[in-house]
């Protein structure tokens, strides 16, 4: 890990900002909403600004060399379920949009977003005192899970249809040095790269750069995979989380990143061997503007940088920068806020910078 030896104010974030666009719902296939919040808020800083097929929000803003291309995606959907069967009690079934660890969901809040109204619910399941002995032992599975709603059957049933999204229920806090809640992942990326356009705002970069916030992204990069295809860039850098695995029981040597340590720098993950002119370049940005970083290597996981890689027609140098978060993919995500800053600014100063660098093999 690389020092800074300055730093920015934590007080800077934008937290009712960021407070609207974590708790605003929007799962996979289901963004609407937070793609409205997202095209209210991007709309200023875009040269011009639109949505794709798939649900992508493109936003361009024009640089001095229109033949290159960067791509910077962030992908606005979150984790969730949706409704496969409403029982003759009026308790509903669901299966996951995005991967979950089942004992999450123990005695949770969700929100059942139907046609005509958002109606509140709860995860239910076998009462601890009814159990057996041996299940009482055996790990939780999500078939083990109903949603509640505390309404007659016939109440439900004029509301609620199969195929309703659902989404959790939990508001952003600020806790200590870090903000606290559901869907920073990727939430928390949403929110820098919004930042880094206001920033840029006014500056003149060198190549085009696209800010696409991508849709279907947990359940299989969908959204930047034609995004990509599309855009077809010269350079890609992808925001997302990554594990922050710091905590009683982890190792130094499997912890993956760290809170409060710095913006992380992608190495690889299961999906992506970043390109390591990229990975240079990032370093070499954070020492020039001593910005503290950390490298990563996720063992576990993909992100959108691979859709970059994989999809550009023509080939593109990829990289990707990782928000460290601890307890991700629960409704009490952490992230630091110096980690937040610190990605901020490395974005905003890759973007300024890249016609700077010798991108050669060597």
Known sequence: MAKATKKTSANTLDMKLLALISETPGVSGFEQKIREVILKEAT???????????????????????????????????????????????????????????????????????????????????????????????????????????????????????????????????????????????????????????????????????AVFSVQEEVGLRGANTAAHYLDPDFGICLDTTIAYDVPGSSEHNKITALGKGTAIKIMDT??????????????????????????ILTGGATDAAAMQKMAKNGAIVGAISIPTRHIHQVVEMSHKEDILGSIELLKHCLLNLDQFDWAFK
């Open 44 to 210: 200023p800083y875009s040269d011009e600004i639109s949505v794709d097929p798939m649900g992508n929000v493109v936003c361009l803003i024009k640089g001095k060399d229109s033949s290159q291309k960067v791509m910077v995606p962030a992908h606005m959907d979150e984790i969730g379920f949706i409704v496969t069967h409403i029982d003759t009690n009026g308790f509903l079934r669901f299966h996951t949009l995005g991967g979950f660890d089942p004992k999450t969901l123990t005695a949770q809040r969700v929100l059942i977003h139907t046609k005509q109204k958002t109606l509140i619910g709860v995860m239910g399941s076998k009462p601890i005192h009814v159990m057996t002995p041996e299940e009482r032992t055996k790990v939780p599975q999500i078939t083990d899970y109903f949603i509640d709603l505390g309404m007659r059957a016939e109440e439900v049933h004029k509301y609620v249809e199969v195929g309703n999204p659902i989404t959790r229920e939990r508001s952003l806090i600020e806790m200590g040095d870090c903000v606290n809640g559901k869907s920073l992942d990727n939430r928390i990326s949403v929110y820098i790269l919004l930042e880094a356009m206001r920033q840029l705002k006014g500056k003149k970069l060198p190549f085009d750069f696209y």
């Open 271 to 296: 999906s992506i061997i970043s390109d390591y002119r990229m990975v240079e370049y990032m370093k070499q940005i954070c020492k020039d503007q001593k910005i503290t970083y950390q490298t990563e």
